[in-house]
């Protein structure tokens, strides 16, 4: 009785939510959750299997970044997604980011299951991520983030 009544809750909300958006930004929505559910659980798994096989973890960056780039590069071309980019901004963007990001990721996958390196990775995202909007942008820091980025901490820990 109480799986029908659970199911009987999520379809009065469901219903709702359609009821005040319309449905095509609901299913937009839904597919855009599953696209990000499949890339980075894909990259992680997919990943750990590269650098525990024949390829270095230089290899897998090169593959990472060089794919990416066919495929972004025309859009970024044809958009000129650059401007308004500061050489300052796109150097500090190219250190922290990207390549950096990659190896030592690719360097911790070669000795932790991906299991593992799906918290550390998603669990440390945004702690860092705050962590240099703290110190670099000067943003302060509300009571609710400091609680947040706590719990975020305690399980990265607990599963290590």
């Known amino acids: 009785m109480v799986i029908s009544n659970d199911v009987f809750i999520l379809k009065v909300l469901w219903s ?12 937009l929505g839904v597919v855009a959750a599953v696209c990000v559910l499949f890339f980075w659980t894909g990259w992680i798994v997919i990943s750990r299997l590269g650098v525990t096989s024949h ?6 960056t090169g593959l990472r970044y060089s794919i990416g780039a066919a495929v972004s590069l025309p ?25 950096p990001y990659a190896l030592l990721s690719y360097f911790g996958l070669t000795y932790a299951p991906a299991a593992h390196g799906g918290v550390f990775l998603n669990g440390c995202l945004p702690i860092f991520t705050t962590l240099f909007g703290w110190l670099w942008l000067g943003q302060k820091g509300r009571f609710s983030q400091i609680v947040g980025l706590g719990i975020i901490l305690i399980g990265v820990t607990l599963v290590g």
Do not use: K
């Not at 709702?16 to 299913?27: D, F, G, P």
């Open 75 to 99: 859009y970024i071309i044809w958009r000129r997604a650059w401007r308004g980019l500061t050489p300052g901004r796109i150097l500090v963007l190219t250190l922290t980011s990207g390549v």
């Open 55 to 60: 390829l270095t973890v230089y290899d897998v």
């Open 16 to 27: 709702q939510t359609l009821a005040n958006n319309n449905h095509r930004s609901v299913l």
